[in-house]
Protein backbone atom coordinates (compact mmCIF):
# COMPACT_ATOMS: atom_id res chain seq x y z
CA UNK A 1 0.00 0.00 0.00
CA UNK A 2 1.69 3.25 -1.18
CA UNK A 3 -0.08 6.47 -0.53
CA UNK A 4 2.10 9.83 -1.59
CA UNK A 5 -0.07 12.24 -3.37
CA UNK A 6 -0.05 14.55 -0.80
CA UNK A 7 2.11 16.26 1.39
CA UNK A 8 1.61 13.34 3.26
CA UNK A 9 3.87 10.14 2.63
CA UNK A 10 3.00 7.11 3.80
CA UNK A 11 2.99 3.03 3.07
CA UNK A 12 1.98 0.11 5.00
CA UNK A 13 2.16 -3.78 4.58
CA UNK A 14 -1.28 -6.14 5.32
CA UNK A 15 -1.62 -9.48 5.25
CA UNK A 16 -5.21 -11.02 4.87
CA UNK A 17 -6.51 -7.65 5.38
CA UNK A 18 -4.42 -7.11 8.84
CA UNK A 19 -2.04 -4.66 8.93
CA UNK A 20 1.23 -5.77 9.73
CA UNK A 21 3.48 -2.75 9.49
CA UNK A 22 3.51 1.01 8.31
CA UNK A 23 4.83 4.03 8.21
CA UNK A 24 3.46 7.61 7.94
CA UNK A 25 5.32 11.23 7.32
CA UNK A 26 4.27 14.52 6.47
CA UNK A 27 6.87 15.62 4.35
CA UNK A 28 5.45 18.66 1.95
CA UNK A 29 8.91 17.80 -0.31
CA UNK A 30 10.61 14.81 -0.58
CA UNK A 31 8.66 12.26 -1.40
CA UNK A 32 10.99 10.76 -4.35
CA UNK A 33 14.00 10.27 -1.74
CA UNK A 34 11.78 9.12 0.85
CA UNK A 35 9.35 6.85 -0.61
CA UNK A 36 11.34 3.69 -1.39
CA UNK A 37 13.15 3.70 2.00
CA UNK A 38 9.97 3.41 3.72
CA UNK A 39 8.83 0.52 1.30
CA UNK A 40 12.24 -0.56 2.09
CA UNK A 41 11.98 -0.59 6.05
CA UNK A 42 8.68 -2.39 5.90
CA UNK A 43 9.28 -6.49 7.06
CA UNK A 44 10.27 -8.52 4.01
CA UNK A 45 11.49 -5.07 2.58
CA UNK A 46 7.74 -4.66 1.75
CA UNK A 47 7.70 -7.42 -0.85
CA UNK A 48 3.65 -8.36 -1.66
CA UNK A 49 1.55 -10.25 -4.41
CA UNK A 50 -0.79 -7.24 -4.33
CA UNK A 51 0.23 -3.67 -4.98
CA UNK A 52 -2.55 -0.87 -3.98
CA UNK A 53 -1.11 2.70 -4.79
CA UNK A 54 -2.96 6.23 -4.24
CA UNK A 55 -4.10 7.43 -7.54
CA UNK A 56 -4.61 11.42 -6.46
CA UNK A 57 -5.57 13.73 -6.50
CA UNK A 58 -2.46 15.25 -5.13
CA UNK A 59 0.33 16.97 -6.15
CA UNK A 60 1.35 16.17 -10.01
CA UNK A 61 4.84 15.18 -8.20
CA UNK A 62 3.28 13.47 -5.65
CA UNK A 63 1.11 10.97 -7.56
CA UNK A 64 3.68 10.62 -10.07
CA UNK A 65 6.34 9.32 -7.86
CA UNK A 66 4.24 6.52 -6.10
CA UNK A 67 2.74 5.45 -9.43
CA UNK A 68 6.17 5.01 -10.84
CA UNK A 69 7.61 3.06 -7.58
CA UNK A 70 4.34 0.93 -7.94
CA UNK A 71 4.87 0.32 -11.43
CA UNK A 72 8.19 -1.02 -10.65
CA UNK A 73 7.53 -2.85 -7.70
CA UNK A 74 4.69 -4.93 -9.69
CA UNK A 75 7.08 -5.40 -12.48
CA UNK A 76 10.03 -6.75 -10.24
CA UNK A 77 7.99 -8.59 -8.09
CA UNK A 78 5.29 -10.06 -10.63
CA UNK A 79 2.48 -8.19 -8.32
CA UNK A 80 -0.75 -7.13 -9.26
CA UNK A 81 -1.54 -3.58 -9.10
CA UNK A 82 -4.55 -1.51 -8.45
CA UNK A 83 -5.41 2.22 -7.31
CA UNK A 84 -7.54 3.92 -5.40
CA UNK A 85 -8.72 7.77 -4.71
CA UNK A 86 -7.11 9.16 -1.97
CA UNK A 87 -10.04 11.60 -1.26
CA UNK A 88 -11.95 8.13 -1.15
CA UNK A 89 -9.62 7.20 1.75
CA UNK A 90 -10.23 10.42 3.44
CA UNK A 91 -14.05 10.01 3.84
CA UNK A 92 -13.27 6.21 4.67
CA UNK A 93 -11.40 7.20 7.53
CA UNK A 94 -13.68 9.93 8.69
CA UNK A 95 -16.55 7.11 8.67
CA UNK A 96 -14.33 5.10 11.18
CA UNK A 97 -14.37 7.69 13.28
CA UNK A 98 -17.66 9.09 13.19
CA UNK A 99 -20.01 6.20 11.83
CA UNK A 100 -21.86 5.45 8.29
CA UNK A 101 -22.49 9.50 7.53
CA UNK A 102 -21.91 11.31 4.42
CA UNK A 103 -18.92 13.01 4.58
CA UNK A 104 -17.60 15.80 2.04
CA UNK A 105 -13.86 15.83 1.59
CA UNK A 106 -11.33 18.64 0.93
CA UNK A 107 -7.99 18.84 0.28
CA UNK A 108 -5.16 21.27 -0.85
CA UNK A 109 -5.84 21.68 -4.81
CA UNK A 110 -3.36 23.66 -7.21
CA UNK A 111 -3.57 27.46 -7.35
CA UNK A 112 -4.97 28.58 -4.39
CA UNK A 113 -8.06 26.01 -5.19
CA UNK A 114 -9.47 22.87 -3.29
CA UNK A 115 -10.12 19.24 -4.42
CA UNK A 116 -13.60 18.31 -3.39
CA UNK A 117 -15.96 15.44 -3.27
CA UNK A 118 -18.83 13.49 -1.82
CA UNK A 119 -19.17 10.62 -0.25
CA UNK A 120 -22.45 8.65 1.06
CA UNK A 121 -23.10 6.86 4.27
CA UNK A 122 -21.51 3.68 2.43
CA UNK A 123 -18.83 5.78 1.58
CA UNK A 124 -19.65 5.84 -2.37
CA UNK A 125 -19.34 8.50 -4.26
CA UNK A 126 -22.29 11.08 -4.01
CA UNK A 127 -20.71 14.12 -5.92
CA UNK A 128 -18.40 14.36 -8.17
CA UNK A 129 -14.60 15.50 -7.79
CA UNK A 130 -13.67 18.75 -8.55
CA UNK A 131 -11.15 21.62 -8.13
CA UNK A 132 -13.23 24.94 -6.91
CA UNK A 133 -11.84 28.41 -5.22
CA UNK A 134 -12.41 28.24 -1.87
CA UNK A 135 -15.57 30.17 -1.82
CA UNK A 136 -17.10 27.75 -4.63
CA UNK A 137 -15.73 25.03 -2.45
CA UNK A 138 -17.60 26.05 0.63
CA UNK A 139 -20.92 26.32 -1.36
CA UNK A 140 -21.00 23.14 -2.93
CA UNK A 141 -20.00 20.92 0.04
CA UNK A 142 -23.31 20.32 1.18
CA UNK A 143 -22.60 17.00 3.94
CA UNK A 144 -22.58 18.14 7.66
CA UNK A 145 -19.25 16.21 8.17
CA UNK A 146 -16.48 17.65 6.37
CA UNK A 147 -12.57 15.71 6.49
CA UNK A 148 -9.43 16.41 4.82
CA UNK A 149 -6.57 18.90 5.70
CA UNK A 150 -8.48 21.91 4.00
CA UNK A 151 -12.04 20.92 6.48
CA UNK A 152 -11.28 23.27 9.19
CA UNK A 153 -11.37 26.02 6.80
CA UNK A 154 -14.21 25.09 4.83
CA UNK A 155 -16.56 24.50 8.06
CA UNK A 156 -15.52 28.16 9.01
CA UNK A 157 -16.02 29.44 5.45
CA UNK A 158 -19.74 27.95 5.56
CA UNK A 159 -20.19 28.51 9.19
CA UNK A 160 -21.55 24.76 10.39
CA UNK A 161 -20.80 21.57 10.34
CA UNK A 162 -18.27 19.35 11.65
CA UNK A 163 -13.84 19.32 10.66
CA UNK A 164 -12.40 16.15 10.54
CA UNK A 165 -8.45 17.60 9.69
CA UNK A 166 -6.71 14.66 8.05
CA UNK A 167 -4.22 13.37 5.14
CA UNK A 168 -4.57 10.32 3.17
CA UNK A 169 -2.53 6.91 5.65
CA UNK A 170 -1.84 3.99 3.57
CA UNK A 171 -2.08 2.40 7.04
CA UNK A 172 -6.25 3.01 6.85
CA UNK A 173 -6.71 1.15 3.96
CA UNK A 174 -8.82 -1.50 5.36
CA UNK A 175 -11.20 0.95 5.86
CA UNK A 176 -12.02 1.62 2.22
CA UNK A 177 -15.47 0.12 1.18
CA UNK A 178 -15.50 -2.75 -1.38
CA UNK A 179 -15.47 -1.44 -4.41
CA UNK A 180 -13.13 1.22 -4.15
CA UNK A 181 -10.10 0.27 -5.78
CA UNK A 182 -9.31 0.84 -9.73
CA UNK A 183 -8.49 -1.16 -12.17
CA UNK A 184 -7.42 1.23 -14.31
CA UNK A 185 -3.66 2.52 -13.11
CA UNK A 186 -3.60 6.40 -14.36
CA UNK A 187 -3.21 9.75 -11.91
CA UNK A 188 -6.84 11.24 -10.92
CA UNK A 189 -5.07 14.59 -10.93
CA UNK A 190 -8.45 16.61 -10.41
CA UNK A 191 -7.48 19.62 -12.34
CA UNK A 192 -5.42 19.66 -15.56
CA UNK A 193 -1.66 20.08 -15.71
CA UNK A 194 0.03 22.98 -15.19
CA UNK A 195 2.40 22.42 -18.34
CA UNK A 196 1.42 22.98 -21.78
CA UNK A 197 2.97 21.32 -25.18
CA UNK A 198 4.36 23.71 -27.48
CA UNK A 199 0.64 25.43 -29.13
CA UNK A 200 -0.98 25.12 -25.48
CA UNK A 201 -2.59 21.99 -25.46
CA UNK A 202 -1.94 20.46 -22.29
CA UNK A 203 -0.21 16.79 -21.58
CA UNK A 204 -2.40 13.83 -21.22
CA UNK A 205 -3.15 12.77 -17.58
CA UNK A 206 -2.60 9.33 -18.18
CA UNK A 207 1.40 8.43 -17.10
Known sequence: MIDSATDACSVALFDDGAMIAGAFRLLGRGHA???????????GRGKAEHIVVSLGPGSFTGVRVGLAAARALALAWGASLAGYSSLALVAAMAR???????????????????????????????????????????EETRED???????????????????????PDARAFHRLPPGALIADVRPLYGRAPDARLPGGTAPASAA
Not at 105 to 130: I, K, P, Y
Not at 147 to 166: C, D, K
Open 33 to 43: EALVPMIAALP
Open 96 to 138: EKHGNVPVGVTMTGGHGEWFVQGFDAQGLSSRDLASLRPDAAS
Open 145 to 167: LVAGNQSEALVAARGHGTAMPAW
